[in-house]
Nanobody, 119 residues
Framework: QVRLVESGGGLVQAGGSLRLSCAAS????????MGWYRQAPGKQRELVAV???????DYADSVKGRFTISRDNARNTVYLQMNSLKPEDTAVYYC?????????????WGRGTQVTVSS
């Protein structure tokens, strides 16, 4: 069992910044990719950013240049620095990670953290 706990969401004005954190704990030998997804009301969940264990990252076009994903492998933690926030960034942000425990692969999701950007 792996637990992903997100923190750092909240209410911010357009143009502001927030930093999300997600810490993984539990049955972990290795974590491969860690990522952030978001889901706005009435919309499908979408990928925001992902980062490999080696530090290679990829972003949705809508957040490129504004969001930065990073991770601390020693702490099994992934971060999402969000700058120049827009009202359309309002959503529940979910942490995702995949890895291994005793050679068995796993994929887990966090419960999500609300980000609200006011205009």
């Amino acid at each position: 069992q792996v637990r992903l706990v997100e923190s750092g969401g909240g209410l911010v004005q357009a143009g502001g910044s927030l930093r999300l954190s997600c810490a993984a704990s539990g049955s972990i030998n290795r974590i491969n990719d860690m990522g952030w997804y978001r889901q706005a009301p009435g919309k499908q969940r979408e990928l925001v950013a992902v980062i490999t264990s080696g530090g290679r990252s990829d972003y949705a076009d809508s957040v490129k240049g504004r969001f930065t994903i990073s991770r601390d492998n020693a702490r099994n933690t992934v971060y999402l620095q969000m700058n120049s926030l827009k009202p359309e960034d309002t959503a529940v942000y979910y942490c995702n990670a995949d890895g291994q425990w005793l050679s068995k692969p796993w994929v887990y999701w966090g419960r999500g953290t609300q980000v609200t950007v006011s205009s």
